[in-house]
């Protein structure tokens, strides 16, 4: 299915860390490190004690800020039964939020985004059903105050696969684009004895193969394959993320189980950030302080600060300017002019197939083969061609698109239904 206009913001470079704060506690400085770095935190979310994010948005302004209260209803017990008024459920949890504005009104400016529950986990596909039915009432009301909600809040190792399917089949995710609203969900491990690959790549009971996927780690990914298939994808924030929990770890031992993490999230244009718990820790979680681990990770947060994501499809790159360069200089001149043929493969398209269209091309022809749109067309060559495999898969119009963004791409469409079949008629194509 094509992917409609994405009207979120996106995070176009740099690190996908946020930060998780139950107290403020060195976060400003964090935050204020970050910006003298001539870098950002994408995220930053605040527990109970909100004051302090106005000078978040002091320091950083595009910093992008996410509030949870802390209450006895935030579990959503009970959710499950057909008794339970799924109502009075949504007023009582959006009253939480407005009283708060009520008694500080400047938080309505401070706050993007409200945590509106936290870790539920109703049994069966009726309670993930029921509760994403409520989540459609919370946000029918947040519209109504002009809120902006943060959904779901999810256990790490959730939901099940025939959960997320029973999710997604309510139109909760389709409700939330239209409302601008966003997805959070808790992921990692569980013991700093864990490596922090354990059981990715695994499948989850069920499920398809997704690549990427695991069954701690990136076990979002399941959900988004659905998102994806449903043209329903939304912005995701991983509000707590357990990538060190009670153990000895140095700094840098920290940093390299971020690294992991990050260089994957950034796969993804949807993630906004993912937030370690936490700092400005609190009893009964004072053993799970980052705050030793923070300067060493914003040290390699701005090691990276230039370095691009994925983008949602189709988006035009947005060149960053060199410092001592004119913004309107030309960008992308090769050093002599070559002839450049790009294998253009689908958002979808897995290993196997770059494997036989290199397998297919490159002994002879040297053809360069990828997934991004904006590659493939880019460069100030005279002589350059896209071959779009399945280009139904990018959407409508990829023809367009060149035609637009990229003018002089010779446009060649190339169908395959399997890798075999596309290394046959890669070999035997005349460009």
């Known amino acids: 299915m094509a992917e409609t206009e994405w009207h979120y913001p996106t995070i176009e470079r740099g690190s996908k860390l946020g930060i998780h704060s139950i107290r403020q506690d060195g976060v400003t400085g964090f935050a204020q490190s970050m910006v003298d770095g001539g870098g950002a935190f994408s995220v930053i979310k605040a527990v109970d004690d909100l004051g302090w994010l106005l000078r978040i948005k002091t320091i950083s302004p595009e910093t992008i800020t996410v509030a949870r209260l802390v209450s006895g209803l935030e579990g959503c017990g009970h959710v499950e039964k057909p008794e339970t008024d799924l109502n009075k459920m949504a007023d009582a949890l959006l009253k ?148 060190y929990d009670q153990g000895p770890l140095s700094p840098q031992q920290v940093v390299e189980r971020v690294r992991w993490y990050d260089e994957r999230a950034r796969q993804d244009y949807w993630v906004f950030a993912f937030c370690p718990f936490t700092l400005g820790s609190v009893p009964p979680w004072g053993s799970h302080d980052y705050e030793f681990a923070y300067p060493a990770i914003v040290e390699y947060m701005l090691s990276i600060k230039d370095e691009e994501n994925a983008l949602p499809k189709d988006a035009p790159v947005k060149p960053k300017p060199d410092e001592d360069e004119d913004e309107t200089a030309c960008r992308g001149l090769p050093r002599a002019q070559y002839k450049r043929v790009y294998v253009l493969l689908p958002p979808d398209a897995g290993s196997a197939w770059a494997e036989a269209a290199i397998g297919a091309t490159w002994d002879e022809r040297r053809f360069t083969v990828g997934g991004s749109a904006d590659d493939a067309g880019i460069g100030d060559l005279d002589d350059k061609a896209v071959v779009a495999v399945n280009p139904a898969q990018w959407g409508d119009d990829l023809k367009g698109f060149y035609e637009t963004y990229y003018p002089g791409v010779t446009y060649v469409p190339l169908m395959a239904s399997t890798p075999q079949q596309l290394a046959e008629r890669l070999r035997g194509l005349a460009v």
């Not at 109703?122 to 509760?131: E, K, Q």
């Not at 025939?162 to 684009?177: I, L, N, P, S």
């Not at 013991?191 to 193969?209: E, K, M, R």
């Open 96 to 243: 939480l939020i407005t009283d708060k504005i009520n008694s500080a009104p400047s938080l309505r400016d401070r706050v993007d985004y409200w945590e509106v529950v936290n870790e539920p986990d109703p049994p069966g596909t009726v309670g993930y059903s029921r509760l994403s039915e409520l989540m459609i009432k919370c946000m029918d009301r947040a519209e109504q105050a002009g809120l902006k909600l943060a959904l779901f809040s999810l256990c790490a190792g959730t939901p099940e696969w025939d959960e997320m399917e029973a999710m997604v089949a309510t139109g909760v995710f389709a409700r939330a684009r239209q409302g601008g609203h966003i997805l959070t969900l808790h992921e990692g491990i569980f013991s700093p004895h864990d490596p922090i690959d354990l059981w990715w790549g695994h499948q989850i009971p069920g499920s398809p193969v997704v690549e990427g996927a695991g069954a701690l780690c990136f076990r979002y990914r399941y959900l988004y394959h659905l998102l994806q298939q449903r043209d329903e994808v939304v912005p995701l924030l991983v509000s707590e993320w357990c990538g």
